[in-house]
Structures are given as structure tokens and as C-alpha cells.
């Protein structure tokens, strides 16, 4: 699976606040583990910052590091969800996969880590 040492984090400059930080990378890729086959999508990261927050050179670096990896899809949106958890320890964070085609079906998985913070945009559950 990717490096979760690429991640990085910087110093949250309101860490009083509750604020969303979302970062959508659309060029995300993996590898079918039943096909081999290249999987696509975009994924879509929403978090509530406590002491840090993710610097996006290594994020993306991170990301990339799932080019050539077999991995469905429930389970890499977990891994990532984790490991950014873990990188960047949230108040609350949410990752979403959104999956181009495969066999006429597109996909949408969502991870949650935490509640979100009364008042926080978008505060609807998975």
C-alpha cells in the first residue's frame, strides 16, 4: 500500500475554529485486484483541523503512491482515511471515492472518523 510517511502536516493557524478544509484530487488510480485492470476516481477529503493539517505536496504523493496497487475500493478509501487520521489526527474527517465506470456501474464509498462539530457545513452523516 502507499507510504503514509509521505504525509506532512503544518500547524493549524485557527485551531479555536471549526472550519472545513476539503481537497478534491481527481486524478486518483488503482488497480482492479480481480481484473488488474486500472480503476479512476476522485476522491474527495473533508476535515475539521485540530492542531494540524495536511500539507498537499505529500498528500499527493501519498495518493500516488495507490497508482499500481490491487485494492478495492472499500477498502483503499478506508486505508486512506486512516492513515490521514492518523497523520493529521482531526477533530472529524471524511473521505469519498467517487469511482468512474466499471461493467456500467459507478461507485461512491464514504468513510467517517469522529462527529463533526455542531454547525460544520455539509453536517449531514454519511
Wanted: charged fraction near 25%; hydrophobic fraction near 35%.
Amino acid at each position: 500500500m502507499s507510504d503514509a510517511s509521505l504525509l506532512e502536516t503544518f500547524p493549524n493557524p485557527k485551531p479555536e475554529r471549526d472550519y472545513v478544509i476539503e481537497h478534491t484530487f481527481p486524478e486518483f488510480t488503482s488497480v482492479c485486484p480481480k481484473t488488474g485492470q486500472p480503476d479512476f476516481a476522485t476522491v474527495v477529503i473533508s476535515y475539521v483541523a485540530e492542531e494540524a493539517c495536511l500539507e498537499l505536496k505529500g498528500l499527493k504523493l501519498y495518493l500516488n503512491g495507490y497508482r499500481n496497487e490491487g485494492v478495492f475500493y472499500e477498502k483503499v478509501t478506508n486505508l486512506i482515511l486512516d492513515d490521514l487520521v492518523a497523520a493529521a489526527r482531526p477533530r472529524w474527517m471524511r473521505v469519498v471515492t467517487r469511482w468512474g465506470p466499471r461493467g456500467g456501474f459507478t461507485s461512491e464509498i464514504k468513510a467517517e472518523n469522529g462527529e463533526a462539530p455542531a454547525g460544520v457545513p455539509g453536517n449531514a452523516g454519511l
